[in-house]
């Protein structure tokens, strides 16, 4: 699908899920102020500093509270001349390749922590078709990594990090 905020974004091309009691989540030892949009509304944002230095973007949704879709990459559509602008340079493929990055292209920040993504700023645009996708082991964490939770679009140019090859851990949906 398409995540624009105040009409800047692009197709969302790679995110990671955690689950409520995953030891890789947020959300491991229960609601916290940090964490407290994690167990409000799916389709509400979940926003957090990651090591005091870049924001990370999650949908809030599952099967229970506390779980999380981390958007890790978008291939920019929209609003191209304002993300180059926030993040200091051209090439499109650099602009939200990462979590840190899409938030700073994208102008995402605690501000938008719990807002639902149904509304304005945010809108979600339903996808053309039904895309081919990669899984494999989730990346920058330490705990439960091997979990195969890292979703991709298949060939993408725009992933923060390419998926490991199919002979290694790669699944094709």
Known sequence: MTLLLDGVGGIVVETEAYGRHDPASHSVKGPTPRNRAMFGPAGHAYVYRSYG????????GGEEPGCAVLVRALEPTRGLDVM???????????????????????????SHD???LGAPPFALLPRAATPALV??????????ADVPWRFGLAGSRFLSRPFPRPDAAETKF
């Open 53 to 60: 230095i870049h924001w990370c973007f999650n949908v809030v």
């Open 84 to 110: 180059r602008a926030r993040r200091k340079l051209d090439d499109p493929r650099r602009l939200c390749a990462g979590p840190g990055r899409l938030c700073q292209a994208l102008g995402l920040d605690a």
């Open 114 to 116: 719990g807002l639902p």
């Open 135 to 144: 899984a494999g082991p989730r990346i920058g964490i330490s705990r439960n």
